[in-house]
């Protein structure tokens, strides 16, 4: 049975049924869930029960090659609730389950993720597709998940920005997103974990064939421009592509998959009481390559 797709939007996010996560997808589904994907960039799904961790990598692998394990160095951390290491850990739990302590540096660092972001753009080989799910949620499933359309974003973009903007190459840093955040500054040996990557401003969606900016709070300069002139160009794109007319605001629920392409959206988590609430989701991460 074809996927039953409900549009938040004409162009952006999409909710998707008739299907059932939890099974094996055929080649025809997964064809279907990249041709929504290629449509409306984010696809909401329902799993109920919600996911187990095998069925969520399950997915995710027939979706592309995708991430295992760290990839950059938190000092002080000691471990993780998880026991796969394709999954990422965005609840803000610590290794037993219980929410951080305030000042522990790996939350302090999550915080970041409250910024409009893209993931992994700090990455030379770039995120193609997150897929995040929820298992445990605060009281009423907030906070909200936003996400923008940066294809819509570009086009709206005047004559005269989309050529200014055409030839420039972006630093993209995660230890800038973080102390942008407000955390701390980044030790040395966090810093040598992960070094900053290069993306062009200007992409081509592959899947879509229609331009799109590539921007997030890892973003902290411009090849060859003043870093004030760059980062002021920068926030002045980012406060246009995040719009209200080019947002969706998603409201989650328990045994919810969200799944966004992150080569034409930015996102952003939204505060709750992190301290006092759990919020278990976890996440999945698909690259343009395999990444060793």
């Known amino acids: 049975m074809p996927l039953q797709v409900k549009p938040k939007s004409p162009e952006f996010a999409a909710e998707i049924g008739g299907i059932d996560l939890a099974q094996p997808a055929s080649d025809a589904t997964i064809a279907e869930i990249v041709a929504a994907m290629d449509r409306y960039a984010v696809c909401v799904y329902h799993a109920e029960p919600p996911l187990t961790d095998e069925q969520h990598i399950a997915l995710s692998r027939r979706l592309g090659p995708i991430q295992r394990g760290s990839v950059l160095v938190v000092s002080g951390k000691t471990g993780t609730r998880m026991r796969h290491p394709e999954l990422l850990d965005q609840s803000n739990l610590d290794e037993y389950g219980e929410p951080y302590p305030e000042g522990d540096r790996s939350l302090l660092f999550k915080r970041a993720n409250r910024l409009w972001h893209t993931d992994m753009s700090f990455h030379p080989v770039r995120a193609t597709y997150s897929l995040l799910a929820s298992h445990a949620l605060p009281p009423g499933g907030g ?33 800038h997103s973080r102390v942008m955040g407000g955390g ?15 993306h062009r401003l200007v992409q081509t969606h592959p899947g879509s064939g229609r331009k799109t900016l590539y921007l997030a709070s890892h973003a902290c300069a411009i090849e060859g421009w003043p870093v004030a ?6 926030a002045e794109l980012t406060e246009f592509a995040t719009e209200p007319r080019f947002v969706y605001a998603h409201h989650w629920r328990l045994g919810d998959v969200v799944i966004w392409d992150n080569r034409c959206t930015m996102h952003r988590a939204r505060p709750f009481d992190d301290l006092v609430l759990r919020r278990d989701v976890r996440r999945t991460t698909c690259r343009e390559a395999e990444v060793a």
């Open 143 to 175: 906070p909200d998940t936003e996400f923008a359309d940066m294809r819509a974003a570009y086009d709206a973009l005047p004559a005269a920005m989309k050529a200014r903007i055409e030839p420039l190459v972006v630093e993209h840093s995660y230890w």
């Open 229 to 234: 002139e760059a980062r002021a160009l920068l």
């Open 184 to 198: 701390p500054e980044p030790t040395a040996q966090e810093r040598a974990s992960r070094p900053p990557a290069f």
